[in-house]
């Protein structure tokens, strides 16, 4: 047996002129959270749709598991779980019932799928919830009954599309905490998410995706490395100083300096940290009133940025179907 | 509100392992058990959405009094004439009619997102699709029998008896159950309910009344009498009339039940073919 849970070759699927997916080479270690990291659009569903045999590649192939994705499917499908970006429950049956159905899909006879059911239920916290209809559900009840799902029987490797899109925070760490008690378990998880904070929490390892493309692959802290040692994050008192503030700190720093969306932040990536105190200097030699200098570790968003030329969460790109 | 507040699911990542450790795996369910099971999913929904039964029950009746009262006098003579020779035709008319139904439901299941669960599934693939025409086989049950009794009511006597009425319902069945696979296969390439119903209305709109439902083809000029002999549903309509007026059934009864399985070969073949790659 492989110890590769996900091994891909040019995987590509296209969609009218559209490469959603773009020839795609992955290779994903068992145990631990694989991260995809990429904005609405870049293919991160598409790519997880063939992994788990929703649709076939146009070109290229993907082995899960050992299995071929499209001649070895059923084998697939018998090891992995999946759960969608909406709702992967009948809305219109209670909690109960669903995981009843998918316990029976699954070969529990009679009472057995209840039970099963039941304990699904328990451990998820939902046993209140059990008799409700799906539809009636909070947004945080709701993921968890979609991740409870999956789990009827074990997967060794389970894909999460975006499993946290649209909660709040407490419903989101509890998410979070799911998905660590899986992988302390034992299974594999693929996790596709656009928040780059969720990626560094919980991926062991990420590929950056970029319409359809990996255009970066490593630990979160290794691709904060590959932009530089440092991010400076200087904030302007005025807006108006923030020209002149900008050609100072260029100067100083001799690395580009980047104007963000924030219209008193300049962000500049730091090769050499020695130049940073003799830029501070300049800066209040040229009278430029300060309201935050900061040093450290740049964030993905900066990561993304600096990978991309353009931000996270310029959702530019439609999703494809 | 109150579910929310009292789980906590820092404490129970304990018992999420307890649960996935304990779960052995059963062994593999096989196409009968998981297609009853998508069945009984059908029942499940009719439970929690009653609504979905207006179609079933209002439509066959309002189809039967309007026809009934409204051509009896003109085609027939009498209303209690006419009853006779529509009854078993309207009840074939009211299946065939909401046989579409199917199609925008499972658009519905497709856009929801839960049909991408069902496919992930370890099980065999027609299943989902088998068990929801089997779920829709207990609608038109319904409808079959509620336009048998309305029939009954305002005077039909079929000379077959129960056992007659039964057996054609059961035709009727047969093929409204093959029908439903067209419709599956055009919920899979068509990507809104609203195109599926107009595309299915469309269809049904010959077959239904391009037969011999309403009125004896001999009425009728050469063109449409070729085209209703040529109507699978002709001679479903004459095998269904045949059994419920207890009288001998003809070759129409093979026809009806080739072309169901026809229907099912072709349309389910390419039904699972769009299956595997849907839209």
Same mark, same amino acid.
């Given at each position: 047996m492989s110890d590769l849970v996900i091994e891909t070759a040019g995987l590509t699927k296209i969609y009218g002129r559209q490469r959603a997916v773009d020839s795609i080479d992955l290779s994903v270690p068992r145990g631990g959270v694989h991260g995809f990291l990429g904005p609405n659009g870049a293919g991160k569903t598409t790519a997880i749709r063939m992994l788990s045999t929703l649709i076939l590649p146009d070109e290229g192939s993907a082995r899960v598991l050992g299995y071929d994705v499209v001649r070895e499917a059923d084998h697939v499908r018998s090891h992995v779980s999946l759960t969608g970006q909406f709702a992967s429950v009948d809305e219109d049956l209670t909690g109960h019932?669903?995981?009843?159905?998918?316990?029976?899909?699954?070969?529990?006879?009679?009472? %057995?799928?209840?039970?099963?059911?039941?304990?699904?239920?328990? %451990?998820?916290?939902?046993?209140?919830?059990?008799?409700?209809?799906?539809?009636?559900?909070?947004?945080?009840?709701?993921?968890?009954?979609?991740?409870?799902?999956?789990?009827?029987?074990?997967?060794?490797?389970?894909?999460?599309?975006?499993?946290?899109?649209?909660l709040d925070p407490r419903a989101r760490n509890e998410v979070w905490d799911i998905v660590r008690a899986l992988v302390a378990h034992g299974?594999?998880?693929?996790?596709?998410?656009?928040?780059?904070?969720?990626?560094?929490?919980?991926?062991?390892?990420?590929?950056?995706?970029?319409?359809?493309?990996?255009?970066?692959?490593?630990?979160?802290?290794?691709?904060?490395?590959?932009?530089?040692?440092?991010?400076?994050?200087?904030?302007?008192?005025?807006?108006?100083?923030?020209?002149?503030?900008?050609?100072?700190?260029?100067?100083?720093?001799?690395?580009?300096?980047?104007?963000?969306?924030?219209?008193?932040?300049?962000?500049?990536?730091i090769e050499d940290r020695g130049r940073v105190t003799r830029a501070l200097t300049a800066l209040e030699e040229e009278r430029l009133e300060l309201a935050q200098f900061a040093l450290g570790q740049p964030t993905l968003d900066e990561v993304f940025l600096a990978l991309t030329g353009h931000a996270a969460d310029d959702a530019d790109a439609e999703e494809a179907a | 509100m109150s579910a929310e507040t009292k789980a906590s699911v820092a404490s129970s990542a304990p018992t999420i392992a307890d649960a996935l450790a304990s779960a052995s795996r059963p062994p593999r369910a096989n196409a009968l058990s998981t297609s009853i099971t998508f069945g009984w999913r059908a029942l499940l929904k009719i439970k929690h959405v009653p609504e979905q039964l207006f179609d079933v029950t209002v439509f066959p009746v309002m189809m039967t009094l309007l026809f009934t009262y409204l051509f009896g006098g003109a085609i027939a003579g009498s209303t209690g004439e006419y009853i006779a020779y529509i009854a078993p035709g309207v009840l074939v008319q009211s299946v065939l009619f909401i046989t579409m139904y199917t199609g925008s439901n499972l658009r519905t299941d497709i856009d929801r997102g839960v049909f991408d669960r069902f496919r992930s599934l370890p099980i065999w693939r027609p299943s989902p699709l088998v068990g929801m025409l089997l779920g829709d086989g207990v609608r038109f049950l319904?409808?079959?029998?509620?336009?048998?009794?309305?029939?009954?009511?305002?005077?039909?006597?079929?000379?077959?008896?129960?056992?007659?009425?039964?057996?054609?319902?059961?035709?009727?069945?047969? =093929?409204? =159950?093959?029908?439903?696979?067209?419709?599956? =296969?055009?919920?899979?390439?068509?990507?809104?309910?609203?195109?599926?119903?107009?595309?299915?209305?469309?269809?049904?709109?010959?077959?239904?009344?391009?037969? *011999?439902?309403? #009125?004896?083809?001999?009425?009728?000029?050469?063109?449409?009498?070729?085209?209703?002999? #040529? *109507?699978?549903?002709?001679?479903?309509?004459?095998?269904?009339?045949?059994?419920?007026?207890?009288?001998?059934?003809?070759?129409?009864?093979?026809?009806?039940?080739?072309?169901?399985?026809?229907?099912?070969? #072709?349309?389910?073949?390419?039904?699972?073919?769009?299956?595997?790659?849907?839209?």
């Open positions: 019932e669903n995981l009843r159905l998918l316990a029976r899909l699954h070969g529990y006879r009679g009472t %057995a799928a209840g039970e099963r059911a039941d304990q699904l239920l328990a %451990a998820f916290g939902l046993d209140d919830a059990a008799g409700k209809q799906v539809k009636k559900f909070s947004g945080g009840m709701r993921r968890r009954i979609d991740i409870a799902a999956s789990l009827v029987v074990t997967p060794e490797l389970l894909f999460l599309d975006e499993p946290t899109t649209g299974t594999t998880v693929l996790l596709t998410t656009q928040y780059l904070d969720e990626a560094d929490h919980l991926a062991d390892r990420i590929s950056v995706i970029d319409r359809g493309r990996i255009i970066a692959e490593g630990t979160s802290s290794e691709l904060k490395a590959s932009v530089g040692s440092g991010t400076l994050h200087v904030r302007v008192m005025h807006r108006a100083d923030r020209a002149r503030a900008r050609d100072v700190l260029v100067r100083e720093l001799g690395v580009p300096v980047e104007e963000a969306h924030d219209p008193q932040l300049l962000v500049a990536a | 319904v409808a079959s029998l509620i336009t048998a009794a309305v029939c009954l009511a305002i005077g039909w006597r079929p000379a077959g008896g129960v056992i007659g009425v039964l057996a054609g319902i059961a035709l009727l069945l047969v =093929f409204a =159950f093959s029908l439903g696979w067209i419709w599956t =296969f055009l919920s899979l390439i068509l990507r809104t309910p609203q195109a599926i119903m107009g595309v299915a209305g469309f269809t049904l709109m010959p077959l239904l009344f391009g037969s *011999n439902i309403f #009125v004896d083809p001999a009425t009728m000029p050469g063109w449409l009498q070729a085209w209703v002999s #040529v *109507n699978p549903v002709s001679d479903l309509v004459t095998a269904v009339r045949a059994l419920m007026d207890g009288a001998p059934v003809g070759g129409e009864l093979g026809i009806a039940l080739a072309w169901s399985a026809g229907l099912v070969a #072709v349309f389910g073949s390419l039904t699972m073919w769009r299956y595997r790659d849907p839209r």
